[in-house]
Each structure stands twice: as C-alpha cells, then as structure tokens.
C-alpha cells in the first residue's frame, strides 16, 4: 500500500523559509514520480512542483520558479520542497502526491501540510 506523509509546514514571516518532506512507503513501481500540490482557501488545488524517480527531472509552476527546489532522498525515500522568499500569496495547504507510472493521473495523495505566511 502506497502512503505518504507530508510534514513541515508552519507559520513563517514573508521573505521566510520552510522545508516540506514528503516520506513515501508502499512503492514497488520502477516508474513513478513524486508531487507538490497546494490549496489556498476558496481556490482550487495548483501543481507546485514535481520530482521524476526515472532521471530525476524536475518541474515547477512558474509561480515558484527560482525560490522553491525539488529534491529527494531515495536512502530515506522521502522527497523535499525547500521553500524560499516565501510570500503572503504562497500560504496555502501543501499536499504531496504519487504518480506511477508517471502519466499525470496522480491516484496516490497524502494529508496536508499548512503552510501560513504572514506579511
């Protein structure tokens, strides 16, 4: 059974940092691809970010690009978003997701992480 759990998240001023993991268990697949998700209050669910397990390859919403980074650690099969120069407009509840194999279906979600910045 595929699981993730999402951890991290936390109050922090704009100009902040924070750092999610995702820690996934449950994987048997080859082929898969591991995602940042976020929903801010009466808005629908954005694609932030995602992290390829076949080459590493990485995407992000143009919304982020240049502050936050997508990176795993396959030892401890956990994948991370390091978050910088964090914005009011970021706040929102991060989710991580699994696809596999990679196809854009992404059937595999764990509980969220809040994510508050303050101006």
């Known amino acids: 059974e595929v699981q993730l759990q999402a951890s991290g998240g936390g109050l922090v001023q704009a100009g902040g940092s924070l750092r999610l993991s995702c820690a996934a268990s449950g994987f048997t697949f080859d082929d898969y691809a591991i995602g940042w998700f976020r929903q801010a209050p009466g808005q629908g669910r954005e694609g932030v970010s995602v992290?390829?397990?076949?080459?590493?390859?990485?995407m992000y919403a143009d919304s982020v690009k240049g502050r936050f980074t997508i990176s795993s650690d396959n030892a401890k099969n956990t994948v991370y978003l390091q978050m910088n120069s964090l914005q009011p407009e970021d706040t929102a509840v991060y989710y991580c997701?699994?696809?596999?194999?990679?196809?854009?279906?992404?059937?595999?979600w764990g509980q969220g992480t809040q994510v508050t910045v303050s101006s």
């Open positions: 992290i390829s397990s076949s080459d590493g390859s990485t």
């Open positions: 997701a699994a696809d596999t194999p990679y196809d854009g279906a992404w059937p595999y």
